[in-house]
């Protein structure tokens, strides 16, 4: 069965620089992309980062590019979410996501619609205080 584990998190001052892993126990690794998503309390849930199943390519939303990187170790079946100078409003809870490839454009392709994801973490909450 495939699971999804992430760690990391808690409470962090802001301009802090926590790291977050995700674990996946699946059959092939290197057949997902990965994703990271996070909800702030109120709100939907949202794609925040994501790499494909080689780590060629990344993709992030606006306000975490230049603070937040996504790098992943197939060889141990790991994705990291590294974030630096943290703000208040980064505060929610964080989900790391595995999406099975799909043959289209594997290379550079880097998905971020929730729909596109099979398999997903129960989060860890991420905290900012200023």
């Known amino acids: 069965q495939v699971k999804v584990v992430e760690s990391g998190g808690g409470l962090v001052q802001a301009g802090g620089a926590p790291r977050l892993s995700c674990t996946t126990f699946?059959?092939?690794?290197?057949?997902?992309?990965m994703g990271w998503f996070r909800q702030i309390t109120g709100k939907d849930r949202a794609w925040v980062s994501g790499?494909?199943?080689?780590?060629?390519?990344?993709r992030y939303i606006d306000s975490v590019k230049g603070r937040f990187t996504i790098p992943r170790d197939n060889a141990k079946n790991t994705v990291t979410i590294k974030m630096n100078n943290l703000k208040p409003e980064d505060t929610a809870m964080y989900y790391c996501?595995?999406?099975?490839?799909?043959?289209?454009?594997?290379?550079?392709?880097?998905?971020?619609?929730?729909?596109?994801?099979?398999?997903w973490g129960q989060g860890t909450q991420v905290t900012v205080s200023s």
């Open positions: 996501a595995a999406s099975e490839m799909s043959g289209y454009n594997e290379d550079v392709y880097v998905p971020t619609a929730g729909n596109e994801y099979n398999y």
């Open positions: 790499i494909n199943y080689s780590g060629s390519s990344t």
């Open positions: 699946v059959l092939v690794f290197d057949d997902y992309h």
